[in-house]
């Protein structure tokens, strides 16, 4: 999966910090999404974003997340207040444009202690 | 909204024999269908799509699927299958004009030697 970076691959965080999940899309993609992995599941949709805008945030939990992509450096997934049912593994795809397909990073798997 | 069932959760084959795995969508709109692959502690790799045209899609590693629009399915299929192919398999869909991929919950492939 070369191509999208996501960073850091694993990290761990006591109950109640913050963690700050990044993605790097593609060379040339501008639209970016965010996606989480429960164990055992399938991936759920989490947000879209275009560059300094978010197109679709339906599958983000309403308090303590938000992110953000903006015009210069990497999207940014922020979590605030973590709580044990955050720990997931996280993916972070882009695409070039609309109808294009998705490429994915090799996730960020976040461990809550 | 879209659905996407993948009823086998866990698929054991013998190597060189034939597998499929099944997926079922439900969708009150037009849709594209997808293929994904998922190695362990990696992102998902695009195995194959169907946008539109022939309903047989060849994908990449000899997988092909086969689009029933009818039966509302998307089954994957290999006629004869490789260790490097133990992997959990992700059918996902994604409605027209918009960008947001449902998955399924996955079907883990063993290939037994």
């Known amino acids: 999966n070369a191509g999208v970076m996501q960073n850091p691959r694993h990290l761990v965080r006591r109950r109640g910090q913050e963690a700050r999940l990044r993605c790097s899309p593609m060379?040339?993609?501008?639209?970016v999404y965010w996606y989480r992995q429960l164990p055992e599941e399938g991936l759920k949709f989490m947000v879209y974003l275009q560059k300094e805008n978010i197109i679709d945030e339906s599958g983000m939990p309403k308090e303590r997340f938000s992110a953000e992509f903006p015009k210069e450096g990497p999207s940014i997934l922020r979590i605030q207040q973590v709580v044990r049912g955050d720990s997931a593994a996280y993916f972070c795809?882009?695409?070039?444009?609309?109808?294009?397909?998705?490429?994915f990073g090799d996730g960020t798997r976040l461990s809550i202690l | 909204a879209q659905s996407v069932t993948q009823l086998d959760s866990q698929v054991p084959v013998f190597e060189e024999a034939p597998v499929e795995l099944r997926c079922n969508y439900s969708?009150?709109?037009?849709?594209?269908l997808f293929w994904y692959v998922q190695y362990p502690n990696q992102g998902l790799q695009l195995l194959l799509k169907?946008?539109?045209?022939?309903?047989l899609v060849k994908g990449i590693n000899g997988f092909e699927a086969e689009f029933n629009k009818s039966q509302t399915s998307f089954h994957l299929r290999k006629p004869s299958v490789h260790i490097s192919d133990t992997a959990e398999y992700f059918c996902a869909v994604k409605a027209f004009g918009n960008e947001k991929l449902t998955f399924g919950t996955g079907t883990r492939l063993t290939i037994i030697p």
């Open positions: 795809a882009s695409s070039r444009q609309d109808n294009q397909p998705q490429h």
């Open positions: 060379k040339g993609h501008s639209h």
């Open positions: 169907y946008l539109s045209g022939s309903t």
């Open positions: 969708s009150s709109v037009s849709v594209y």
